[in-house]
């Protein structure tokens, strides 16, 4: 039976952004997936052999996306 | 304690594990990043794309009748299937998804309390396998756009005290400082929210762990910024996504009677020309 197994949940800062990384593990692999906590958008998701793996990938591709952020103009 | 109004439209996570054999039951998982299905879903659970199968992708609009009919066909959902929705971000498009079926009618659909995020956290079962289901020939009996606005009903009734409105997305986007939640593509021109609306962020209606808040908590959220169940309340956001999470609150957690969702929300008020905007908090 697969399920998620070390279900884990931590808030940081990224670019100034309050966001949540969450990883867990199915079957063989890591995922990890990063929200800003407000207003709750997925921003990242990826997968790698370890937790430690998939996080870094989503923290890289989530900073990415939030320095193509704009403001009002 | 208080119930909730409509306690039926609401599953746990326990109930959707002790049911997701029955054979009236289907099981649809409908996310925001619509990648998250296929690492791992409720088995049994169908996986909708809300990009391409739950709206219009030729003109912007919901999703036809006759799609839907098929989708639910496909789906294995016949018109007394009791379907149970969920999906990632606190069920923000499992809601948008029960919006659609509610205006066609379909009778017994019901949103997972605390969606993916919740049946993950408990380490419940997924699988990867997609299922295999007997096509159906669901027909649609009824369509009532009653639970949606357009732009012309809130510029009719924008200024009226009986009218609530209710912009659910962030406080950034709200004052202007921000066109689109951080990561997403902006897709507006302009900044701020329509006049006299109240900024009630979608996510305080839930908790930590992805459920609803209890209704004390809700109402006091709801009421405390003069949204009362007297009003005619619309609710928008930036593409009519989270303000449905919050239609789907008030209408039937709450029981207000007259609620409805401006699916055209921020990108078609924000992008008119001409259009009156107010900005700050």
């Not at chain 1, 070390?6 to 952004?17: I, P, S, T």
């Not at chain 2, 996310?31 to 409720?42: F, L, N, Q, R």
């Not at chain 2, 169908?46 to 036809?64: A, F, H, M």
């Not at chain 2, 406080?171 to 701020?192: F, I, M, V």
Request: glycine letters at 8%; one cysteine or more; a neutral charge.
């Amino acid at each position: 039976m697969m399920r998620a197994d070390d279900y884990r949940v931590v808030k940081q800062e990224l670019a100034g952004l309050q966001v949540n990384v969450t990883s867990y593990k199915i079957g063989d692999s890591y995922h990890c997936h990063i929200d800003n906590i407000d207003p709750g958008a997925t921003i990242a998701r990826t997968e790698g052999l370890t937790r430690e793996e998939a996080e870094l990938a989503a923290l890289a591709r989530a900073l990415e996306r939030l320095k193509a952020r704009h403001g009002n103009r | 304690m208080q119930s909730y109004s409509n306690p039926e439209v609401l599953v746990s996570t326990e109930w959707v594990d002790l049911h997701r054999s029955d054979p009236n039951v289907v099981i649809a998982e409908v996310d925001v990043d619509t990648s998250a299905y296929s690492e791992g879903h409720i088995p049994g659970a169908v996986g909708w794309n809300w990009q391409t199968q739950l709206c219009d992708v030729v003109r912007r609009d919901i999703i036809s009748q006759s799609d839907l009919e098929r989708l639910m066909s496909n789906s294995g959902i016949g018109n007394t299937t009791t379907l149970i929705l969920y999906g990632d971000n606190n069920n923000w498009f499992a809601a948008w998804a029960f919006w659609q079926l509610k205006m066609y009618s379909h009778k017994d659909v019901r949103i997972m309390n605390g969606g993916r995020k919740r049946w993950l956290a408990e380490g419940r079962e997924v699988t990867r396998e997609l299922p295999a289901r007997t096509k159906s020939g669901y027909k649609v009996l009824k369509y009532d756009q009653m639970f949606r606005a357009f732009r012309r009903q809130v510029e009719d009734e924008m200024k009226s005290p009986q009218t609530a409105l209710v912009d659910v997305r962030s406080g950034d986007e709200y004052s202007g400082t921000l066109l689109a939640p951080p990561g997403l593509p902006e897709t507006c021109q302009r900044g701020g929210h329509i006049p006299g609306a109240k900024n009630i962020p979608w996510g305080l209606a839930c908790n930590e762990d992805g459920t609803f808040k209890s209704p004390q908590e809700l109402e006091a959220i709801y009421a405390g910024k003069g949204v009362t169940s007297d009003k005619s309340v619309i609710a928008y956001c930036r593409i009519g996504e989270r303000s449905s999470h919050t239609w789907f609150v008030l209408k039937y957690l709450l029981g207000y009677p007259n609620v409805r969702n401006y699916d055209g929300s921020w990108t078609e008020w924000g992008n008119l020309v001409g259009a009156p905007v107010e900005r700050g908090a």
